[in-house]
């Protein structure tokens, strides 16, 4: 899909981005171009965790996803990003929410409606209402394996957009902001531009000093948030090839790579499973000056996420975020009091093992 169409011209306030942004005060600097992260992140899904109502996990059901009380949850802890989904409605507002669809009912009938379908009035009429006392349209969810579910979770709270979340979550949080699109869909090069051309503008008008890196699964949005802008870094996600689909790029870390590295993306956000199977694509990815992060339900799991720290990748991305951030401050041992505890530590031969190991161990 060529980019050629896309004009720069046609964002607005782009040259407004800070010249030199800084990323999580002294964590992140970008120089000449390159761009590097200096520590081990832990990054909070969709907030302080996803939902899954189907889990019998009270934790899958704490706190609503995308939502400024997710977030300002997250925003307590000892976490440098958390990662939420963006998509645009029809009268061009940047909302957060993941799915593609909402879910509601109306006397007994459930029905659906596309989030780009929908104005902002309309989009925020589901579920709590920001006036006290004032319930919105009932909301339910569709689960991987297709049953319809009400939304119901312990701290509810309103949907809320993206300038919302610029101005009521600490401006030293980082924010992982993930361009959502629909992977049933072809995006043309204009609509593309349409969709991201508002969150653009947000970013700038109220990105101010905050730590803030793009991804998107969508290697032609990647691809373009980095042809309209250079000031903040841009990540390609990809399942690693643990799912397959009909864009190519979209099926291996190799040809994660091959898009970062033709298009000047900064980095590599994978399925962990993918790189378990694959740990030898971690080196190709460092050789390619590329950053690498991961995402999936292993990384709930403590000694995945030491794991994948012994191998080089740079961050995980995870649901249980209190546990999680816990058990990095202890495999890190950045406490000062904690400066004698012995860490877990493998020989190079040992970790040659492992990494042969562990693909085996998760082909199921």
Same mark, same amino acid.
């Given at each position: 899909?060529?980019l050629?169409?896309i004009h720069?011209?046609?964002?607005?306030?782009l040259?407004?981005?800070?010249?030199?942004?800084?990323?999580?005060?002294?964590?992140?600097?970008?120089?000449?171009?390159?761009f590097k992260?200096?520590k081990?992140?832990?990054v909070?899904?969709?907030?302080?965790?996803?939902?899954?109502?189907?889990?019998?996990?009270?934790?899958f059901?704490a706190?609503?996803?995308?939502?400024?009380l997710?977030?300002?949850a997250?925003?307590?802890? #000892?976490?440098?990003?958390?990662?939420?989904?963006v998509?645009?409605? &029809?009268?061009g507002?940047p909302?957060i @929410? =993941?799915? $593609?669809f909402?879910f509601?009912?109306?006397?007994?009938?459930?029905?659906?409606?596309?989030?780009?379908?929908?104005?902002?009035s309309?989009f925020?009429?589901y579920?709590?209402?920001?006036?006290?006392?004032k319930?919105?349209k009932p909301?339910?969810?569709?689960?991987?394996?297709?049953?319809?579910?009400?939304?119901?979770?312990?701290?509810?709270?309103?949907?809320?957009?993206?300038q919302d979340?610029?101005?009521?979550v600490?401006?030293?949080l980082?924010?992982?902001?993930e361009?959502k699109?629909?992977?049933?869909?072809?995006?043309?090069?204009?609509h593309l531009?349409?969709?991201?051309l #508002?969150?653009?503008?947000?970013?700038?008008?109220?990105g101010k000093? &905050?730590p803030?890196?793009f991804?998107? @699964? =969508?290697? $032609?949005?990647a691809?373009?948030v980095?042809?309209?802008q250079?000031?903040?870094p841009?990540?390609?996600?990809t399942?690693?090839?643990?799912q397959m689909?009909?864009?190519?790029?979209r099926?291996?870390?190799?040809?994660?790579?091959?898009?970062?590295?033709?298009?000047?993306?900064e980095?590599i956000v994978s399925?962990?499973?993918g790189?378990?199977?694959n740990?030898a694509?971690?080196?190709?990815?460092k050789?390619?000056?590329l950053?690498?992060m991961t995402?999936?339900?292993l990384?709930?799991v403590?000694?995945?996420?030491y794991?994948q720290h012994l191998m080089g990748?740079?961050?995980?991305i995870?649901?249980?975020?209190?546990?999680?951030?816990e058990a990095v401050r202890?495999?890190?041992?950045i406490?000062?009091d904690?400066?004698?505890?012995?860490k877990?530590?493998?020989?190079?031969?040992?970790?040659?093992?492992l990494?042969?190991?562990?693909?085996?161990?998760?082909?199921h």
């Open positions: 899909m060529s050629k169409a720069v011209s046609e964002v607005p306030c040259d407004h981005f800070p010249d030199n942004p800084s990323l999580c005060s002294s964590r992140f600097k970008i120089n000449a171009g390159s992260i200096p081990f992140l832990v909070g899904h969709r907030g302080h965790g996803m939902n899954m109502l189907q889990s019998p996990d009270p934790r059901s706190l609503k996803e995308n939502s400024i997710s977030f300002n997250a925003s307590k802890l #000892p976490l440098d990003f958390i990662e939420f989904d998509q645009v409605t &029809r009268d507002c909302v @929410f =993941h799915d $593609d909402i509601s009912e109306e006397q007994g009938v459930v029905y659906e409606k596309r989030v780009t379908d929908l104005s902002l309309e925020m009429s579920g709590p209402q920001r006036e006290t006392g319930r919105g909301l339910l969810r569709k689960s991987k394996e297709g049953k319809i579910l009400k939304w119901s979770v312990q701290g509810d709270d309103p949907f809320c957009t993206l979340a610029f101005e009521k600490d401006p030293q980082g924010f992982n902001i361009l699109l629909d992977d049933n869909l072809l995006y043309t090069p204009d531009s349409r969709l991201l #508002p969150i653009l503008q947000v970013v700038s008008s109220y000093d &905050r803030i890196i991804s998107s @699964f =969508h290697p $032609d949005a691809l373009l980095r042809k309209l250079t000031t903040y841009v990540f390609f996600l399942n690693g090839g643990t689909y009909h864009d190519v790029r099926n291996s870390l190799e040809e994660a790579i091959k898009v970062c590295v033709e298009g000047g993306l980095g399925e962990v499973r790189v378990f199977r740990p694509s971690v080196n190709k990815i050789e390619s000056k950053s690498l995402y999936g339900k990384n709930n403590a000694e995945a996420v794991m990748i740079e961050g995980v995870v649901d249980h975020v209190e546990e999680m951030t202890e495999m890190m041992n406490d000062a904690d400066t004698n505890k012995p877990p530590n493998f020989s190079d031969r040992e970790l040659s093992f990494l042969k190991l562990i693909p085996e161990l998760i082909q």
